[in-house]
């Protein structure tokens, strides 16, 4: 069974020594509700994935793409998004940004 969250929150730049990224972080319930699927995967699998990763679904508007969310060291997940979705939904830093996530 997938699970489908529902978030909304602010885009933000962060800028690497190579590379600049765009992402959304979540927090709250959503992050909490990712952090179980997250350790129910680890238990049925016997492991995690890369980073503690979890697969899935995003849709931001009317683009869909499957990636990875990461988990912070405090409970927060990060979701990258790409510059073709960035230029798609017409979307920049500090934007705000209606996110639905399938956990896979």
Do not use: N
Not at 3 to 30: M, N, P, S, V
Not at 76 to 100: C, F, H, R
């Amino acid at each position: 069974m997938t699970e489908t969250l529902a978030w909304r929150g602010e885009i933000t730049r962060w800028q690497g020594e190579k590379a600049t990224y765009h992402l959304l972080t979540i927090d709250g319930a959503c992050a909490e509700e990712i952090t179980m699927h997250e350790r129910l995967r680890r238990l049925e699998m016997g492991g995690r994935r890369g980073f503690g990763s979890v697969k899935v679904l995003a849709e931001i508007g009317g683009t869909r793409w499957k990636t990875s969310v990461f988990p912070s060291k405090t409970g927060e997940w990060w979701l990258l998004v790409g510059k073709k979705v960035l230029k798609t939904e017409d979307l920049a830093a500090g934007d705000a940004a209606e996110l639905t996530l399938e956990l896979l």
